[in-house]
């Protein structure tokens, strides 16, 4: 079966950095994204990788190493607005997107 | 900038009731998509369409049905509602292969079946 796991919660502090990893296996593999989701609202892209490496946008990045079925997404600086839900999801052989169950960052002063 | 827009932010609902949930995207976009998503699950795939008047099901299509009469316009259908079709619902949409399949999402509807 096909399968992407995330932590379910992790806690930082406000001007920290954090890493949320995520780490899957799935029929094939057409790219990675990575979705952030506040509160009662919908997902927004952040990135997308399909080589191998290190994106860097902004306080945000996105490493992915295809051999180990890995992908971290790095949050720099944080802030309170970083606070949210992040999504992990694998574009398979079928370009069908699984998703992970996300992973709910908080952020403490 | 895309923008993906759906019918209802809420609704309430009874058992039994005929429901229907619209989304409309104004980039263009062939292919769109509903999920449902629940506290815990990851976002599930109801059913997608990559072109008018296609439709393929996804992950769970039991209980519902879809319609894609308009490039622009994707429609879910609860035939005939259930308590555990309480949810949130999104609606999405994408352009085609590689980078161009981010999804853009609407900003959801949360319906409740009484």
């Known amino acids: 079966g096909q399968n992407i796991d995330q932590p379910t919660e992790m806690t930082a502090t406000e001007g920290a950095i954090v890493q949320i990893n995520c780490t899957y296996q799935?029929?094939?593999?057409?790219?990675l994204f990575w979705y952030q989701q506040h509160a009662g609202e919908a997902p927004t892209f952040l990135s997308y990788?399909?080589l191998d490496g290190l994106e860097e946008k902004g306080r945000f990045s996105s490493f992915l190493s295809r051999s180990k079925g890995y992908s971290y997404l790095l949050l720099k600086e944080l802030q309170m607005k970083d606070s949210a839900s992040y999504l992990c999801?694998?574009?398979?052989?079928?370009?069908?997107?699984?998703w992970g169950a996300g992973t709910k960052l908080i952020i403490k002063p | 900038d895309v923008k993906v827009t759906q019918s209802s932010r809420y609704l309430v609902k009874r058992t039994g009731e005929k429901v229907f949930l619209e989304c409309v995207q104004d980039?263009?976009?062939?292919?769109m998509f509903w999920y449902r998503q629940d506290p815990g699950l990851g976002l599930r795939l109801i059913y997608f369409?990559?072109?008018?008047?296609?439709?393929e099901k996804g992950d769970i299509p039991e209980g519902y049905s879809v319609s894609r009469e308009k490039k622009e316009r994707f429609s879910l259908i609860l035939e005939s509602a259930s308590t555990n079709q309480t949810s949130m619902y999104l609606c999405?949409?994408?352009?085609?292969?590689?980078?161009?399949?981010?999804?853009?999402f609407g900003p959801g509807t949360r319906l409740t079946v009484l």
């Open positions: 980039m263009d976009h062939e292919n």
């Open positions: 990788n399909v």
């Open positions: 999801a694998v574009l398979d052989s079928n370009y069908q997107l699984i």
């Open positions: 369409s990559y072109d008018v008047k296609m439709k």
């Open positions: 799935t029929s094939g593999f057409n790219g």
């Open positions: 999405a949409s994408s352009a085609g292969t590689g980078t161009t399949d981010t999804q853009y």
